[in-house]
């Protein structure tokens, strides 16, 4: 399989700039498609490492009330998976950053394993993770976008036996995202007790870049878990600034602030 962007990514990162990845979530096509790829350079250029493209889905099972109106907002402006690709193109334009289609298995069996594997790819996708689909019978998924030059990622959480997270292992590429507590997306006050627990479990499962998510909102959270995890990533906070100022024609200015200071919580290893 020819490597995607994201390896290269964390072995810079890791190896020569001594830090973990600053990933941000964004839902494609909130408020509009048009609007994203702005949306997605703002992030970049106030410190994101890697892209999550959430594709909006009208039962968002695994996100909290903040992603889900966003979805929300996405589909009423009109986006599908197709729209969404369309927009990863465009942020190809100027930007290497990577792009990870972050959905759910429904839209993808809709639109076609091998046909959005082939399609991701030629718009410029590095990988996908699809939130909903159960490892122990993820291989029909993980054999077309291998087929296809993606990597896979997989979700691990506190709650995740030994025996899957060995699966998650073997199956994922790129990174492992290890999901904090259990429960939906969202803010919260604290980082969970279970996310040093889970790091050493799933070390112990493999030698892949391992990024947490799920209820990380602020630089001090980014800091305590950078510490721990090779990449952090956060999610609800990037989509409650979109939701506050989506007619505002300083969403992007906003977007780019807040980047910078949860980039500013990310410790250096060498610290």
Do not use: W
């Not at 969404?84 to 076609?112: C, D, H, W």
């Not at 976008?145 to 292992?169: I, N, Q, Y």
């Not at 790091?199 to 001090?220: C, D, H, Q, W, Y």
């Amino acid at each position: 399989m020819s490597q995607t962007r994201i390896g290269p990514l964390f072995e810079r990162l890791l190896r020569v700039e001594k830090r973990p990845a600053l990933i941000a979530y964004i839902t494609a096509g909130d408020p509009t498609p048009d609007r994203t790829p702005a949306l997605v350079a703002a992030l970049e250029r106030g410190g994101a490492d890697l892209i999550e493209l959430g594709v909006p889905f009208s039962d968002p099972i695994a996100d909290g009330p903040v992603i889900q109106r966003g979805s929300d907002r996405a589909l009423k402006a009109g986006t599908t998976v197709a729209a969404v690709l369309e927009i990863a193109a465009k942020i190809r334009k100027t930007s290497q950053i990577p792009l990870l289609l972050f959905t759910y298995m429904n839209p993808v069996l809709r639109y076609g394993l091998d046909a959005l594997a082939k399609d991701a790819v030629a718009r410029g996708i590095d990988g996908c993770l699809l939130t909903d689909l159960s490892v122990e019978e993820a291989e029909p998924y993980v054999a077309a976008m291998r087929k296809a030059g993606l990597d896979t990622v997989f979700l691990a959480a506190p709650t995740s036996t030994e025996r899957r997270l060995a699966l998650v292992a073997k199956y994922s590429t790129g990174f492992v995202y290890l999901v904090s507590r259990t429960g939906v997306t969202g803010e919260r006050s604290t980082v969970s007790d279970a996310v040093g627990p889970l790091v050493s479990a799933m070390r112990k499962a493999t030698g892949l870049p391992l990024a947490v998510g799920f209820g990380i909102s602020n630089a001090e959270q980014v800091r305590s878990v950078g510490a721990i995890a090779d990449g952090v990533v956060v999610g609800t906070a990037v989509v409650r600034v979109v939701e506050e100022n989506a007619q505002s024609p300083d969403l992007e200015h906003k977007l780019e602030t807040l980047a910078r200071e949860l980039r500013g919580g990310l410790p250096s290893k060498n610290a």
